[in-house]
């Protein structure tokens, strides 16, 4: 997949969504002020008084609409998903699935269909912050002709728990404590570990959160799975298993832990930002849907269950086929409306989607749409803009709360001769739904299969998949996290019954970061190992990195050549100075300054291009410049340094420069530069 391949090109204008949107939009620049009613307001400063010294009267119902108005903003944030952030955009199909489904948005190549997605955290409030190391989820809901679709996924492939009814414990045990609120986004503290050292099917998902992949560096930058198994189903009523996993365009990378930490406070809102600030310049964020395929007799061809949502479905054993790309394309104009607003529901499918009996999708499907109801205050939540399908919808339901439809149908009950029994339902072979007849049979029981209870081969399987350095970050988080646990009877048994199954050295060196013994016990034994898991295979390019460029008065006419360069590949370049204002070069070339050492971070860009020069507190000046530089520099970020920044950086003996491109005496600089900025990172570096 080509990384140029969506720069620069417009939304659709066809977008029915988008035009269904625009009758609910409204601006109000210019307009006068009214009352909710439309009487025109002479006055919005002060309340009504007896006096201008004197109480306020109960008859002023200006502020009456307008206070209770406003204590009444905010709607019950979700329990979970809380923090998120939205978008707009469009899903292509690349090819005819028919011989597997007959939802129509598959059927052939080139239908485009509209979305709105959401991405989220699970443990933060709305006022935590993105860059927490975390679950992430991402909501893409489909405006398809038969109805909306509504395809729920996360950031890993395994959940943490197998049943849905175990869900309110995860999460009870994972958000903060009941006695202090605390901590805000962090499942770092005793009750969340308890809860993992003591439910063994709750391991596989945290390590994975445990490693690069719970603090991922951008949305665009995230690839995410189903967890859940669907089916497809054909014209022929053949069912066929399904898991679903959207896979970035740019590829899957991530934060350091140090840098999520930091990032958390010099801007909480960084993820969001990154999205909005790349939609707004052109760099569509780009998706390729994958689609897993099981057919129903191979349901237990595997080692693994296909229903069980703890396990992944190895690329390696079920290929992923891709069929289609989702571009997000449009901001959103208005948060809560757009994003807070926005109601996904698992159950929500077209003809040609089905469901399986995975134990968690079963549990979903009876949750989701209660929660909505509760958060958005009546089951009428999906005649909101946002949620309302593109296509007509009849039913015989009506009134509760914020109703908006106007039904002036006499009747309102199915089997009528009033309304020649209408609205009528629709034969399957004419495009009703119809539920796959799948065979059921067995005895009532609360239990789980035993299939279900190999519990560490595939966390041993995800160690055994991951390089070295990426090993020695999942170590650094689970020591840190662990590390935070008060209690040592809970860390001694994050040990012992935990993580010696998956790694006998990585649980002894956890232990001793944490203060524990070490374990006597021993990992599974399993050699297996998939490339697709780690994520040093992913695609690397420079296309959307931001370079910091560090510079002053005096610089050389090489400059500006760079920086074209630069942004001819689509690399964000955001100038950093002393002061806000322009620098001038030694032939007189004037640069915007974007930003000052003050009001950006080393921590908040992804490679520097050291520039230097000159300022009217040069100390000042070199003592920010090298401190950027240091950063960086440990960080393992690429650093490209110009003819005249060469005194702020020099190679040692415990210095290699790995991932330093220095421009002076080098024809090839930018193209170098440009190489390191798509790699990244220097692992290295020393």
Not at 131 to 138: F, P, S, V
Not at 219 to 241: C, K
Not at 263 to 289: T, V
């Amino acid at each position: 997949m080509d990384e140029k391949s969506s720069r620069n090109q417009k939304p659709d204008n066809k977008d029915i969504k988008q035009e269904q949107l625009d009758q609910f939009r409204v601006r109000d620049s210019g307009e006068p002020m009214t009352t909710q009613e439309g009487k025109k307001r002479s006055q919005d400063q002060d309340q009504l008084k007896a006096g201008i010294r004197g109480p306020s009267l109960r008859q002023d119902y200006e502020f009456l609409e307008k206070m209770s108005h406003f204590v009444h903003e905010e709607i019950p944030e979700r329990v979970v998903h809380a923090r998120g952030y939205s978008a707009y955009g469009e899903f292509e199909c690349y090819q005819s699935m028919k011989y597997v489904t007959k939802a129509g948005f598959l059927q052939e190549a080139g239908k485009k269909t509209p979305i709105t997605v959401r991405f989220s955290t699970v443990q933060g409030a709305k006022g935590s912050y993105d860059t927490a190391r975390d679950l992430r989820c991402k909501g893409v809901k489909l405006y398809t002709e038969e109805g909306n679709v509504d395809l729920t996924t996360i950031a890993m492939p395994v959940l943490i728990n197998q049943d849905a009814m175990k869900f309110p414990d995860a999460m009870h045990a994972y958000q903060a404590k009941q006695a202090d609120d605390i901590p805000t986004a962090s499942g770092a503290h005793d009750r969340f570990w308890d809860y993992v050292a003591n439910n063994d099917e709750a391991l596989h998902m945290v390590l994975w959160i445990m490693s690069d992949r719970g603090i991922l560096r951008s949305y665009r930058m995230m690839e995410s799975w189903s967890i859940n198994t669907y089916l497809f189903v054909n014209e022929q009523d053949v069912a066929t298993f399904v898991r679903y996993v959207w896979k970035p365009v740019l590829g899957v990378h991530s934060l350091l832990q140090d840098e999520a930490l930091k990032i958390g406070g010099l801007d909480p809102d960084f993820h969001r930002r990154d999205l909005r600030e790349a939609i707004d310049n052109g760099a569509y964020p780009e998706y390729e849907l994958g689609v897993q395929l099981i057919s129903m007799e191979d349901e237990f061809k595997f080692d693994f269950d296909v229903l069980d949502p703890a396990k992944f479905w190895p690329e390696e054993l079920v290929p992923v086929q891709m069929i289609g790309k989702l571009t997000l394309n449009r901001n959103i104009d208005n948060y809560f409306t757009e994003s807070e607003q926005v109601g996904f529901n698992p159950a929500n499918v077209v003809p040609g989607i089905d469901f399986s009996n995975d134990p968690v999708l079963q549990g979903r499907l009876m949750a989701y749409r209660d929660t909505q109801q509760h958060r958005l205050g009546s089951p009428n939540y999906v005649e909101l803009p946002i949620n309302r399908p593109i296509c007509p919808f009849h039913n015989n339901q009506r009134r509760g709360a914020m109703r908006q439809r106007i039904d002036v149908d006499k009747v309102n009950y199915h089997q009528n001769s009033l309304a020649n029994n209408t609205p009528y339902t629709v034969p399957p072979e004419e495009g009703g739904y119809k539920d796959y007849p799948g065979k059921v049979e067995g005895y009532k029981i609360r239990a789980r299969s035993e299939s279900f209870k190999d519990y560490y081969s595939q966390p041993r399987i995800f160690w055994n998949s991951l390089t070295p350095i990426e090993k020695q970050h999942t170590i650094e988080g689970l020591s840190y996290q662990i590390g935070s646990v008060e209690s040592e009877s809970v860390r001694q048994q994050m040990v012992d019954k935990q993580l010696v199954h998956v790694d006998k050295e990585m649980a002894s060196i956890v232990a001793d970061n944490i203060g524990v013994n070490r374990p006597s016990g021993s990992n599974v034994s399993v050699s297996t190992r998939y490339p697709s898991l780690s994520q040093s295979n992913t695609p690397r390019y420079a296309y959307t990195q931001k370079v910091g460029v560090l510079i002053g008065d005096g610089f050389g006419n090489e400059v500006a050549n760079t920086l074209n360069i630069l942004k001819q590949e689509g690399v964000f370049v955001e100038i950093i100075s002393k002061n806000l204002g322009t620098v001038t070069g030694a032939d007189g070339t004037k640069i915007k300054v974007d930003k000052t050492f003050l009001t950006t971070s080393p921590y908040l860009i992804d490679s520097l291009y050291v520039v230097g020069g000159s300022s009217k507190n040069q100390a000042k000046f070199n003592s920010d410049v090298t401190e950027y530089l240091h950063v960086a520099y440990k960080h393992y970020k690429p650093i490209g340094v110009a003819s005249t920044g060469e005194s702020y950086i020099q190679a040692s003996e415990g210095n290699n420069l790995a991932g330093v491109i220095f421009a002076a005496n080098n024809p090839n600089f930018e193209e170098e530069f440009i190489s390191a900025i798509a790699e990244q990172r220097f692992w290295n570096r020393t």
